[in-house]
């Protein structure tokens, strides 16, 4: 009997021990728990912008992005988070079930083949010229797309220049031997007299730069330059003034040439591939060398649009974020320029439009960019937001030709403006893992709005190879989805730094 007690005694107070020990860890359990609510709702911390961007060995590979990563718990560096609301004036704490401190939630619904399925439609209803029906069809796509979103959206209308080209035919003679050259001719090239220009002396421009052709009397020849150093415009005003009557620019690459003068130019011009070049330089020097040009074009007056979508915020005096994108093209498919550029938008568009978002987002595509950044010019003149309320606009996100290249590159116009967006870029792409490279440029439509004193960045993938780029090669067999992808998470992570500063 005793020993039963005693046995009874040890089994009481196991049973004691037991119970006492599944209360502490339920208690545990549950302070974890909270731990782990506490962390996921909280603001991250702003971010450090650093404010030079080393660029790398221009040799390296790019790095790619390891699309499973999680987000970097910012929380737990060793800075402290600042829960103060001056310190977060205007920026929500907590974003609730679509909580944006999760970049991985976005990234994760980046659809690759949704975004080439886009590069498709415009690639099928190119090309895509300024005023043209090509542009039209692929604004109302735009437009529709938006729609189903269920953004608001506005088309803004403006005049445009419209370019068609009917003929264009190119002859060398050497002597009594005459041969045709694939040629192209500029859009705004103007036309010939009626009938061509007949046995005009070839006479050589170089580059066609000042230098080039200021020793060289040019009256009454065709100019034959090479392509490079300066704009295509420049090279022809130039020779214009040194008396030519006409002008062949020489491809860099052996492939045809499609580019724009932006303007109608004084004299016509046409370009050829390096190869048809060589046959010119061959026999350039001979005494009866000469060209046969007909060039036959129709430039008038008609409009173009840019197609805007708009994500509100229910946040009351929500800032703007504005993410852009040109949809025309020159006088080739245009998937990389700048299908590419409209699929990242879209597919942008498709990601965020069922998160609550502390800010709006205004989905710019533009018009007419190629002709000399007309439609983003126009926006920043004409509309409302940028008038009236431009210091509310965080930023300018322009993504132009980010399906081909090898180098994920970083642009702004100008050094001096600010670079908070910029900067910001380049620390998304650096913690991403994604090799960065920093450059300025004005050629895109971002200029348009760092004029305007709006922070801006230029996203792309360079260098552009001469072979596709404003050529009929620029088709969507060449495009490298992973590249806009590698794009897209950059942008998705400078969303959710903004949306937790």
């Known amino acids: 009997m005793r020993k039963l007690m005693q046995v009874k005694s040890i089994s009481i107070l196991i049973a004691v021990f037991l119970l006492t020990l599944t209360s502490c860890s339920k208690s545990a359990i549950d302070n974890t728990v909270n731990k782990t609510d506490v962390e996921q709702n909280q603001v991250l911390e702003e971010p450090v912008y650093d404010t030079t961007q080393e660029e790398s060995d221009t040799d390296s590979t790019l790095e790619e992005t390891d699309t499973d990563s999680t987000l970097e718990d910012e929380s737990n560096s060793d800075s402290s988070i600042e829960e103060d609301s001056d310190t977060n004036s205007g920026v929500a704490e907590d974003f ?20 080439m399925s886009v590069i498709q439609y415009l690639t099928d209803v190119s090309p895509r010229i300024a005023g043209l029906d090509g542009e039209k069809a692929a604004g109302e796509y735009i437009l529709g797309e938006f729609n189903k979103l269920g953004f608001a959206s506005n088309l803004e209308e403006f005049p445009v220049k419209y370019f068609k080209a009917n003929e264009c035919n190119l002859k060398i003679n050497d002597g009594n031997d005459t041969f045709e050259l694939d040629s192209n001719c500029f859009s705004f090239s103007s036309s010939t007299p009626d009938g061509g220009l007949k046995r005009i002396p070839l006479i050589y421009g170089s580059f066609g730069t000042s230098s080039d052709v200021k020793d060289i009397n040019m009256e009454g020849k065709i100019a034959v330059v090479k392509r490079g150093e300066i704009t295509f415009r420049d090279k022809v005003i130039k020779c214009a003034n040194r008396g030519a009557i006409g002008v062949i620019v020489i491809n860099a690459v052996d492939a045809p040439l499609n580019s724009t003068l932006l303007d109608e130019s004084p004299i ?23 060209a046969d040009l007909l060039v036959d074009t129709v430039i008038k007056d008609s409009v ?108 702004k116009a100008k050094t001096y403006t600010d670079d908070t967006i910029y900067n910001l870029a380049s620390t998304a792409a650096k913690e991403l893992n994604i090799t960065s490279y920093s450059d300025y440029s004005e050629n895109s439509d971002h200029s348009s709005f760092e004029s305007k004193g709006i922070p801006v960045v230029f996203l792309t993938y360079r260098p552009y190879d001469p072979i596709y780029y404003h050529t009929k090669m620029d088709t969507i067999d060449t495009i490298d989805s992973t590249l806009i992808e590698n794009t897209l998470e950059v942008v998705l992570k400078m969303i959710t730094k903004i949306a937790n500063k």
Do not use: W
């Open 96 to 115: 609730g079930p679509d909580s944006l401190s999760v970049f991985t939630e976005l990234q994760n619904k980046i659809d690759q083949d949704r975004a």
């Open 268 to 290: 016509p011009a046409v370009s050829v591939s390096l190869s048809e070049g060589t046959k010119i330089m061959d026999i350039i020097n001979n005494e009866d060398a000469s």
């Open 304 to 411: 173009s649009n840019n197609i805007i979508g708009i994500k509100s915020s229910d946040e009351e005096d929500a800032k703007t974020l504005i993410i852009g994108a040109h949809y025309d093209s020159v006088d080739c498919p245009g998937a990389n320029d700048n299908a590419s550029g409209v699929a990242g938008l879209m597919e942008l568009a498709n990601i965020l439009k069922d998160h609550t978002l502390p800010f709006n987002v205004h989905f710019m595509t533009f018009g007419s960019e190629e002709i000399g950044l007309i439609g983003s010019d126009f926006t920043v003149n004409n509309n409302t937001l940028i008038q009236e309320n431009k210091d509310n606009i965080i930023g300018m996100i322009n993504l132009d030709m980010i399906g081909k290249g090898r180098q994920f590159t970083i642009l």
